[in-house]
């Protein structure tokens, strides 16, 4: 994160090279504009002067610790605004655009890496920008629009990279097992590569719904992982369980056996080490998971969260002012209650150093990490032909006394639905990295505002995970807008890119779809 900062910081000034780059660009984008016919200029012409733009960060970082909520008190359509885009890009310009940007990445890939680490941080602060036409069409390919729940819900989502390939990947999709009308939406942010984030999306969502039709109906779950945890959950006579949050809590913890044991055991079964990449790769990766499920039925939202990924609630008050409320914990050095839970289950030992467990990893819960799941006998046995194989993470962690140090069990939250809440937003942990809550919710907000007509607002982008996305990636170490900034970072190349921005991955489910829009 200190990288990260740095970087930020010297990238808040344009260099006299680049302004002229952009002033040439925007010559030629008049002039192209000007050789359209009539029926493109209609399409695709230039917003009007009165037309504002609704990308903008608000300063300020707060951090919450477990579920919080607070008042941000401040009236969206009073932040300043800033130009909107010139024109609609066509979907032949999209194509040119990004071919452009793939030709320029692996240019500055090759120069980049005969470099040495320092040589290349200092090089990629003076890679030339993209164009506004090139940002643009990196942000909307991946843009996904729907309506769900027969229209009761709005689905906005996208993803932009920073690892190639991205390990984040977002699920969704209608619960059906008891009937009602429940609506999912997830994100799976990986880490040590992307296969066991890539299992989970396969594979979570089918089981959540098999859990949930186990618990409801009382028949039995889709393996045999899913019905130990369910039964096991049954016999805590100190919790008192809705069936939407046991299936989640039951699902997580299933997922995560299935994972981590199951596939152990299978290899151990077939003793193939042609298959020890399919079956253990997933255990050696790991990724964080959030969940949250929109019951419309019972007007209620249930999140299941494992690791540092994190939901939003947009609430619109009465007096149009609006109020942000965290709808999971991160699971981080920063949580005291991990801190605490780590100290119980481990008593006399250190196990959080520099900020991380066993001095290595970031979140304190989270699925696969076998190395800090599996008794030292198993990794002693595995972990060198898993690391020959390419697994560089197939390492044993220090003073490693006590496993399992790392937990794939949720935390449960359930918020009451009203008439005044609006939106929520699941991302992954790329998109706080950039920007604060407050300024989040501010963001999607003007985009939510603006769907008014007599608002006298648009934004650039008609996508909410799109418009966020922008607005995060053009927002400085101060909480400010600087829409150089975007176009700098996407261009520097994986896995260069990483140093200075992680993936980012935006679900955004708008609320009250079928009442008035704002």
């Not at 930020?8 to 002229?20: D, M, V």
Request: aromatic share 4%; glycine share 6%; proline share 4%.
């Amino acid at each position: 994160m200190a990288d990260l900062i740095r970087q930020r910081r010297a990238f808040n000034s344009s260099s006299s090279e680049q302004r002229s780059q952009r002033q040439s660009e925007q010559q030629q984008t008049e002039q192209q504009q000007q050789q359209q016919s009539p029926s493109e200029q209609q399409s695709g012409g230039k917003a009007t002067g009165t037309k504002r733009s609704l990308t903008i960060a608000i300063g300020g970082v707060l951090t919450l610790l477990g579920v919080a909520s607070y008042t941000f008190m401040r009236s969206p359509a009073s932040v300043d605004q800033v130009s909107a885009i010139t024109a609609t890009p066509t979907p032949a310009q999209i194509t040119t655009a990004l071919e452009s940007v793939a030709t320029k990445r692996s240019d500055a890939q090759k120069k980049l890496q005969t470099m040495s680490r320092t040589e290349r941080k200092a090089e990629a602060k003076k890679l030339n920008e993209l164009s506004e036409l090139e940002v643009t069409a990196l942000l909307r390919k991946n843009e996904k629009t729907w309506g769900a729940v027969d229209g009761a819900l709005q689905v906005d989502t996208n993803q932009v990279s920073s690892n190639d390939p991205i390990e984040d990947y977002l699920i969704s999709g209608d619960l059906k097992a008891d009937g009602g009308s429940k609506y999912m939406v997830g994100v799976f942010d990986g880490h040590a590569g992307f296969v066991c984030a890539e299992q989970l999306s396969k594979r979570m969502g089918p089981m959540i719904d098999s859990a949930l039709g186990s618990i409801s109906g009382g028949n039995k779950g889709s393996s045999a992982a899913l019905n130990k945890a369910v039964v096991k959950l049954t016999r805590n006579p100190e919790h008192k369980w809705d069936p939407l949050s046991m299936a989640l809590t039951a699902s997580f913890i299933a997922m995560d056996n299935e994972l981590v044991h199951d596939s152990l055991a299978e290899f151990k079964r077939l003793k193939d080490t042609d298959k020890m990449d399919e079956l253990l790769g997933p255990a050696v990766a790991g990724s964080c998971g959030l969940v949250a499920v929109v019951d419309k039925d019972a007007d209620e939202v249930v999140v299941a969260n494992t690791g540092d990924s994190r939901a939003l609630l947009g609430v619109r008050l009465d007096n149009g002012k609006w109020k942000a409320v965290r709808l999971s914990e991160d699971h981080t050095a920063d949580n005291k209650m991990e801190l605490e839970r780590l100290a119980r289950d481990h008593p006399g030992e250190v196990v959080m150093r520099k900020g991380r467990v066993l001095g290595a990893l970031m979140p304190t819960r989270a699925f696969g990490d076998c190395r800090y799941k599996w008794p030292m006998d198993v990794q002693q046995a595995l972990f060198p032909t898993l690391l020959a194989r390419g697994h560089k993470y197939a390492t044993s962690p220090p003073d490693y006394n006590t496993p399992p140090y790392v937990t794939a069990h949720p935390v449960i939250v359930r918020h009451k639905l009203s008439k005044n809440d609006r939106f929520i937003v699941v991302a992954s942990d790329g998109l706080y990295d950039q920007m604060s809550d407050a300024n989040i919710v501010d963001t999607v907000a003007q985009w939510y505002e603006a769907r008014d007509p007599e608002s006298g607002l648009i934004t650039q982008d008609k996508n909410a995970a799109t418009h966020l996305i922008r607005a995060a990636l053009s927002t400085d170490r101060m909480g400010q807008r600087n829409d150089n900034l975007i176009r700098q970072l996407l261009a520097i190349p994986p896995p260069v890119s990483r140093r200075f921005r992680d993936d980012i991955s935006v679900s955004i489910v708008t609320l009250n779809e079928k009442q008035e829009k704002v």
